[in-house]
């Protein structure tokens, strides 16, 4: 946790921290000063799981990682709202345009990296520490993805042309949809004519051991149009 609280200001919680001598409902570890756990878990939060240990307060840094604290336009957000990319150096909030060049050139490690699709669920505090910039794990809305670089940069260029702009409209529309590549749906001939016949199969045979992955999911999700 500490890889990413430590770019973070405590300083603009809204929760009153005290001065304890306990341990923290999250982690087990012991802290010094805390926050009540009825102070910032309240009915909307979901997966009371998480909360293993027997105590009424919970760490700093795991409020850091749940509160509005990151600075907004009008007032604060939590990491929640936001894909993010924390190292000992910083921690960078992503626009989906930053993600792939990311991925494909870590700039040091450790790292932790989280990708919302929904900018409503808590991942910083799952989010795993990472050594490895070729091999790694990302933490999604939809769970954990082990991510490969060299197989991600083999099949990004398909992803990437069944996701280029087909006609030039008003609605931009690609050569097949985002849900045509997760197999979500089945693209009609019609659009498997004007891409390429050929190409459209020999390609698709390639994109097939990745359906219903998290890898996929991933990938499509950060895709933008061309």
């Given amino acids: 946790m500490q890889l990413i609280t430590?770019?973070?200001?405590?300083?603009?919680?809204?929760?009153?921290?005290e001065k304890v001598n306990t341990i923290c409902a999250f982690s087990g570890k012991e802290i010094t000063k805390g926050i009540k756990f009825t102070d910032i878990i309240g009915e909307r939060f979901?997966?009371?799981?998480?909360?293993?240990?027997?105590?009424?307060?919970?760490?700093?840094?795991?409020?850091?990682?749940?509160?509005?604290?990151?600075?907004?336009?009008?007032?604060f957000n939590s990491l929640r709202n936001y894909s993010f990319f924390a190292t000992e150096?910083?921690?960078?909030?992503?626009?989906?345009?930053?993600?792939?060049?990311?991925?494909?050139?870590i700039p040091e490690s450790p790292f932790q990296?989280?990708?919302?699709?929904?900018?409503?669920?808590?991942?910083?505090?799952?989010?795993p520490l990472n050594y490895n910039k070729e091999k790694f794990k990302i933490c999604t809305d939809a769970g954990i993805v082990e991510?490969?670089?060299k197989?991600?940069?083999?099949?990004?260029?398909?992803?990437?042309?069944?996701?280029?702009?087909?006609?030039?409209?008003a609605q931009?529309?690609?050569?097949f949809t985002k849900d045509d590549i997760l197999g979500l749906s089945i693209p009609n001939y019609s659009k498997i004519l004007v891409y390429g016949i050929e190409k459209y199969?020999?390609?698709?045979?390639?994109?097939?051991?990745?359906?219903?992955?998290?890898?996929?999911?991933?990938?499509?999700?950060?895709?933008?149009?061309?």
Avoid at 113 to 118: D, G, M, N, P, V
Avoid at 204 to 226: A, E
Wanted: net charge positive.
């Fill in 201 to 226: 199969f020999a390609e698709n045979d390639i994109i097939k051991p990745y359906r219903n992955s998290t890898f996929l999911k991933l990938l499509v999700h950060i895709l933008n149009k061309k």
């Fill in 113 to 127: 990296i989280a990708i919302t699709y929904s900018n409503k669920k808590h991942l910083a505090y799952k989010a």
């Fill in 151 to 169: 197989k991600a940069k083999q099949i990004i260029p398909i992803l990437q042309s069944w996701y280029t702009i087909a006609k030039q409209t």
């Fill in 89 to 105: 150096k910083e921690l960078k909030i992503l626009r989906r345009d930053d993600i792939l060049d990311l991925l494909f050139d």
């Fill in 46 to 75: 979901t997966e009371l799981e998480i909360f293993k240990f027997k105590s009424d307060y919970l760490s700093v840094d795991f409020a850091l990682l749940t509160q509005p604290v990151i600075k907004a336009e009008k007032g």
């Fill in 172 to 175: 931009q529309p690609t050569f």
């Fill in 6 to 17: 430590k770019h973070l200001k405590e300083n603009v919680l809204t929760c009153k921290i």
């Fill in 147 to 149: 991510f490969d670089v």
